[in-house]
């Protein structure tokens, strides 16, 4: 019995899977495909609108009533009439959220409290050593408090004073 004879047969006229062609769901999946874009495109542009300081309170009005209204119209005159500015400002935003990132990155690097790290203090031991400011035990016993996290117990500078 086909599919047609059955769902007449049994009063139900459903849809079964050989019944929905692979064509027909290919073009379902291409029109929401479709639908999902259109929507990401229209928030884009709602962003876009909010975002713009150079319009004033009443263009940003009128541009919304205009993409909400007649959305279709609406989205593709604001495309051609400030689409190129849209990647403008998009721009300057990221380049803004990034130079604020890196800024409170280097301050809070920088905050650890006036003591240097256990990096810097043997960066500073080895060109110390390098000048010849001190000895080979004494820049072992540093480099030991340093790595033990007690630190210099004098800094390097007095303890090449104190041992010569």
Do not use: C
Request: charged letters at 25%; glycine letters at 10%.
């Amino acid at each position: 019995m086909s599919g047609t004879a059955y769902a007449a047969y049994t009063g139900y006229a459903g849809y079964f899977a050989y019944d929905y062609p692979l064509l027909s769901a290919f073009w379902t999946m291409l029109v929401f495909f479709l639908w999902i874009m259109w929507f990401i495109l229209l928030f884009r542009i709602i962003v876009d609108i909010f975002r713009d300081d150079a319009l004033s309170g009443w263009a940003k009005a009128g541009w919304l009533v205009f993409t909400i209204v007649l959305p279709f119209l609406g989205v593709f005159v604001y495309v051609i009439a400030r689409g190129k500015n849209m990647g403008r400002r998009e721009i300057a935003q990221a380049r803004a959220q990034q130079e604020a990132l890196d800024s409170y990155i280097r301050e809070t690097a920088k905050d650890t409290g006036g003591r240097p790290s256990s990096v810097d203090e043997l960066a500073r031991l080895s060109e110390i050593k390098a000048r010849g400011d001190i000895t080979d035990d004494e820049f072992r016993r540093a480099k030991e408090l340093v790595l033990s996290g007690h630190g210099p117990a004098e800094r390097p500078g007095r303890m090449a004073s104190a041992g010569r």
